[in-house]
């Protein structure tokens, strides 16, 4: 398994953009394909969105479609999550997790089940 250490979170107000970004641990992050997810306590964790291992493959939650950008860079082990136009519906702890087994997949792997490493994660929190 990878370690996995989320940054980049913080208090913003609604319409602004915050940046994320995971650092994984080992030398075969460029194998794994990684993801975003968010939790609002009482809530359960849902999908935000998924990079192939190469970069060049990405999937959204519909939510987060056109204000979220997921990307990689493999050179330096990190996977980041752009968040553009924040609204108060955003806030969340935001989780990296990255999955083994299938890392070529865009689409269709978004299960909690489907990653097997996850990160402490970071708070969002979108003020109104």
């Known amino acids: 398994q990878v370690q996995l250490v989320e940054s980049g979170g913080g208090l913003v107000q609604a319409g602004g953009s915050l940046r994320l970004s995971c650092a994984a641990s080992?030398?075969?992050?460029?194998?794994?394909?990684m993801g975003w997810f968010r939790q609002v306590p009482g809530k359960d964790r849902e999908f935000v969105a998924r990079?192939?291992?190469?970069?060049?493959?990405?999937y959204y939650a519909d939510s987060v479609k056109g204000r979220f950008t997921i990307s990689r860079d493999n050179a330096k082990n990190t996977v980041y999550l752009q968040m553009n136009s924040l609204q108060p519906e955003d806030t969340a702890v935001y989780y990296c997790?990255?999955?083994?087994?299938?890392?070529?997949?865009?689409?269709?792997?978004?299960?909690?089940?489907?990653?097997?490493?996850w990160g402490q994660g970071t708070q969002v929190t979108v003020s109104s």
């Open positions: 997790a990255a999955d083994s087994r299938f890392s070529w997949v865009a689409p269709g792997r978004t299960r909690i089940s489907d990653f097997d490493s």
């Open positions: 080992g030398r075969t992050f460029s194998s794994y394909a």
């Open positions: 990079v192939t291992s190469s970069g060049g493959g990405t």
